[in-house]
């Protein structure tokens, strides 16, 4: 399982981090991904990491982890109107390990 956190209120031009956490696996090892669902629409894949790969760069969007810790970010610098959505993790190890979390609600607004 893994547990997303960090999600809130945050003004447009404003950043914001999000944290997913693996408590029960070593995170390290695992494909580790975002993904967003807005009201109305299909969840839609923001950006990925490879295991061994520690940080990735997509448009606003970095996705980064640190050696040592069971924990990947998702930084979105500078946020706007249409990043509101609920965030999720997703962990796959293989075709056997596949993680989702309970997401993360983002809203930004003014």
């Known amino acids: 399982q893994v547990v997303e956190s960090g999600g809130g209120l945050v003004q447009p031009g404003g950043s914001l981090r999000l944290s997913c956490a693996a408590y029960s696996f070593p995170l390290s090892l695992y494909y580790v991904a975002w993904y967003r669902q807005a009201p109305g629409t299909e969840r839609k894949l923001v950006v990925g990491i490879q295991s061994g790969t520690l940080y990735s760069v997509k448009d606003r969007f970095t996705i980064s982890r640190e050696n040592g810790t069971k924990t990947v970010y998702l930084d979105i610098n500078p946020v706007e109107v249409e990043d509101t959505a609920v965030y999720y993790c997703?962990?796959?190890?293989?075709?056997?390990?596949?993680?989702w979390g309970q997401g993360t609600q983002v809203t930004v607004s003014a």
């Open positions: 997703n962990a796959k190890l293989g075709h056997q390990r596949n993680f």
